[in-house]
């Protein structure tokens, strides 16, 4: 039997213990920050991973409370875009016309590679063989499976929300500037974005882990960095796909900051750490960020 005088002493360090184990995903930050202006303004900013598994859930809490603590709503991709209008505008560009094809756009052992890789997919060629390299990355990037969807995305999980609470929604770009991103490629970069895309840098799902990993520890300059290793063979897209988009939000978000109104803006996790990630930018422009 423990004395009396030990009892206290074991008694805090046990409770100690269950502050730090207790409650597992909830003990580390999350990718969320709040964000004060120079002049006072405070927004909060999301990393997002766009496609999640019903396991994933729930959310770390930060979300939620940044949610609550705003009045409007902000992704990448401004969706008050129909999705008529979406698929239309997809089609007429990321299609080849007449009888032009991707066969003629493409080097034909590349050609070859995704004819027997999407055989092998039981991918008939006549479903592809009309779409540009841009537009092929494109719908490869959205496919889901093994239970990711972007529905279950973070921003899909926050739109829920926002509408049924009527909360506005709006988007750091327009729709035709994001599907840009792709679209002014040229066919030589959309074929080595296409390449990469089959061969990834190292396996698919121990990569998927450590991203998530480190976005549920609220590492984002983690995510960031693993992200910038995947596109270590093309680092002009990687500046295309985030550090020149983040430098474009900038002058938006500190609209936002000095709106009178307090926004949460939501982007992929990946855009926010790094030495050129956002909150580093707004560092720079005298803001104070603080994670949550």
């Known amino acids: 039997m423990?004395?009396?005088n030990r009892r206290p002493r074991q008694l805090l360090l046990f409770l100690l213990i269950i502050g730090l184990c207790g409650f597992g995903r909830e003990t580390f930050a999350a990718c969320v920050w709040k964000v004060t202006g120079p002049h006072g303004g405070t927004?909060?900013?999301?990393?997002?991973?766009?496609?999640?598994?019903?396991?994933?859930?729930?959310?770390?809490?930060?979300?939620?409370?940044?949610?609550?603590?705003?009045?409007?709503?902000?992704?990448?991709?401004?969706?008050?875009?129909?999705?008529?209008?979406?698929?239309?505008?997809f089609s007429n560009?990321?299609?080849?016309?007449?009888?032009?094809?991707?066969?003629?756009?493409l080097d034909p052992r590349t050609y070859d590679y995704l004819r027997r890789v999407f055989?092998?997919?039981?991918?008939?060629?006549?479903?592809?063989?009309?779409?540009?390299?841009?537009?092929?990355?494109?719908a490869l990037w959205s496919a889901e499976g093994g239970g990711y969807s972007q529905e279950l995305g973070v921003e899909g999980f926050l739109a829920k929300r926002a509408q049924a609470n009527s909360m506005p929604i709006s988007g750091l770009e327009s729709f035709n500037e994001h599907m840009e991103i792709f679209s002014k490629m040229t066919d030589h970069q959309?074929?080595?974005?296409?390449?990469?895309?089959?061969?990834?840098?190292?396996?698919g799902c121990e990569k998927q882990k450590r991203q998530m990993t480190a976005w549920r520890r609220g590492d984002a300059d983690a995510v960031a960095r693993m992200q910038r290793e995947s596109?270590?063979?093309?680092?002009?897209f990687y500046d295309r796909l985030l550090t020149a988009r983040n430098r474009n939000w900038i002058p938006k978000i500190e609209r936002y900051l000095n709106s009178g109104q307090v926004y949460f803006v939501v982007a992929g996790a990946a855009h926010m750490g790094g030495p050129q990630g956002v909150i580093a930018l707004l560092k720079a422009r005298g803001c104070r960020v603080e994670q949550i």
């Not at 560009?93 to 756009?105: E, I, Q």
């Not at 997919?121 to 494109?138: C, G, I, N, T």
């Open 190 to 203: 959309a074929e080595l974005l296409l390449l990469l895309t089959f061969i990834p840098s190292e396996a």
């Open 43 to 89: 927004l909060f900013l999301g990393g997002s991973i766009h496609s999640l598994r019903s396991t994933d859930y729930p959310l770390p809490s930060a979300y939620n409370r940044a949610f609550e603590s705003s009045s409007r709503l902000v992704f990448e991709d401004d969706p008050s875009a129909a999705s008529s209008y979406r698929l239309r505008r």
């Open 119 to 138: 055989g092998l997919m039981h991918l008939p060629e006549k479903d592809w063989a009309k779409l540009r390299p841009w537009a092929l990355v494109l």
């Open 231 to 236: 596109f270590r063979d093309f680092p002009t």
């Open 2 to 4: 423990l004395s009396r």
């Open 93 to 105: 560009s990321g299609k080849y016309s007449g009888r032009d094809s991707l066969k003629n756009h």
